[in-house]
């Protein structure tokens, strides 16, 4: 009886996950045989990809949903914190890589790009004033400025000035070192490390077509898409990194923990522009707040985007409604997932959230003439010949089961995990590039346990690792001192301003 491949690990989708997980794995023990297995014929082709997201470096600086708004008025910045130590820990682990040569330039995907909050109206200023008031106190959030001076807007923002009532009450704040991000770019640069090393492989056109449990681990089943063949690799542990497709191979692996989960497909849409003579006068990322009754994935953004050395703008995102679960994916995705332990909470959240329906219905329904009146609220003098619409990737929030409503809609990022730590799956959406690498430290602790806390790998988590996220949270100095020399390692600041920045 033929033998099926062995390795150590498998890794689904070749997104910036796993491509994040195989090479820390990698870094941690360079003996683990791995493979990694992509449904698309290359690397970072949905949700990765650079035109499928917004490419903000998500630290908490601009996005105004990471602070909210209690009803006695006060500002949470816990979630905003905690976010801006998670990219810096992101960062940490680019720099160390770039330090060795990884990457060539880093500025191939990372690129300084101040992020800036704006609000309008009286409601609107007084939380972005107590937003500011509240970070400003906080080492990450020293460097924020704040304005209601229109002339320094004009400064900030000369885009967004021109064509704006005159008595129109405005705010704003800004942060010089926030960045974008070319996720797409990115991946690749670490997919091809990868698979320059000993032991790891990165194959395309590949379906997972069936897990089993197989003693202590897992037989995965992995159809070639091309030529029809099936080949069956035994894996100690498989992660489940496929974005959409997550889900559907977590209720195949028929785990305990996945039970109960469904998901809800949401698609993006944004406006672009590529005329340098529009481009060249926005060179920020500007936040604004959702919608009364819109969701919080809603929230209308400006952003500069820098793709393969060119610089864009992106306005939205417009969200719609498909059942695909991915981009590439099929109509069937969200009925097929449907199983009798999630029945409930999908109902329950359809229940529930009937405003975000009707919202994704009117988003859907909304003529190009209507989108460009969105971006004028932004940019008064917006011209439509100057944008086009691009289709984003597909984002399938989560929906889980929950004791008092049934089941609720997440708009984060859930890592499940096997209870012997022989599988993982990633679902859900935003902040999740920008912060991958905590969430990927996370999963090597839950399901590596034992290598995890042995000297060895201790040893190395702290030669990538100077500074943690708690350690980042609480202690100034050294928040300064480790950000500053992550940013001179990415090209981010040079060597001697980058110090400076936070002296």
Not at 286 to 309: E, F, I, K, N, W
Request: aromatic content about 8%.
């Amino acid at each position: 009886m033929a033998h099926n491949e062995a390795v150590d690990v498998v890794l689904v989708g070749a997104g910036i996950m796993s491509a994040t997980l195989a090479v820390l794995l990698k870094e941690l023990d360079p003996t683990i045989k791995l493979e990694v297995v992509e449904l698309m014929d290359s690397g970072a082709a949905e949700s990765s990809n650079p035109w499928n997201n917004a490419g903000t470096g998500h630290a908490g600086l601009c996005e105004l949903n990471y602070t909210p708004q209690a009803k006695d008025g006060s500002v949470d910045i816990k979630k905003a914190v905690h976010i801006n130590a998670q990219f810096e820990v992101s960062k940490q682990f680019w720099a160390y890589l770039a330090k060795k040569g990884t990457f060539g330039s880093a500025r191939a995907f990372i690129n300084p790009v101040p992020h800036l909050s704006y609000v309008e109206g009286d409601k609107g200023i007084d939380f972005l004033k107590k937003r500011y008031e509240m970070l400003k106190q906080h080492h990450a959030f020293e460097t924020m400025e704040y304005t209601e001076d229109k002339a320094k807007m004009n400064e900030w923002m000369p885009l967004m000035m021109p064509g704006r009532p005159a008595d129109q009450h405005i705010a704003a704040t800004r942060v010089m070192h926030g960045t974008d991000v070319n996720f797409g770019a990115l991946t690749n640069k670490l997919l091809k490390h990868l698979a320059s090393g000993a032991d790891a492989q990165v194959k395309y056109c590949k379906r997972v077509t069936d897990l089993t449990r197989n003693g202590s681990g897992w037989t995965v089943t992995i159809k070639d898409v091309n030529s029809g063949n099936s080949r069956k690799v035994d894996a100690r542990f498989v992660f489940l990194g496929a974005g959409g497709a997550a889900l559907p191979l977590l209720q195949q692996s028929g785990i305990e923990e996945g039970k109960g989960f469904g998901g809800f497909p949401v698609s993006g849409q944004w406006l672009r522009c590529d005329n340098p003579e529009v481009v060249k006068h926005h060179q920020a990322k500007v936040y604004s707040q959702a919608a009364v009754g819109s969701p919080p994935m809603s929230v209308p953004h400006l952003d500069t985007r820098v793709v393969d050395g060119k610089t864009s703008l992106l306005f939205g995102p417009y969200a719609g409604f498909t059942t695909k679960f991915l981009k590439h994916g099929s109509f069937l995705d969200l009925p097929k997932s449907v199983r009798a332990g999630n029945i409930g909470p999908m109902l329950a959240v359809a229940r529930d959230n009937m405003d975000l329906t009707k919202y994704l219905m009117s988003e859907v329904m909304q003529s190009m003439e209507q989108r460009l009146e969105s971006l004028r609220r932004f940019y008064p003098e917006a011209k439509a010949e100057d944008w086009r619409l691009e289709v984003a990737g597909q984002r399938v929030q989560i929906i889980k089961k929950d004791p008092k409503k049934g089941g609720v809609l997440q708009f984060g990022t859930e890592l499940v995990s096997a209870a012997d730590g022989s599988l993982a799956a990633l679902l859900g959406a935003s902040p999740g590039a920008s912060v991958t690498v905590s969430i990927m430290l996370e999963l090597i602790e839950r399901c590596f346990p034992e290598q995890y806390r042995s000297e060895a790998w201790t040893t190395k988590l702290k030669e990538i690792f100077p500074a943690r996220e708690k350690a980042l949270e609480t202690d100034a100095a050294l928040y300064r001192r480790v950000s500053a020399q992550s940013d001179a390692a990415l090209e981010l600041a040079p060597a001697n301003t980058a110090a400076e920045h936070y002296a």
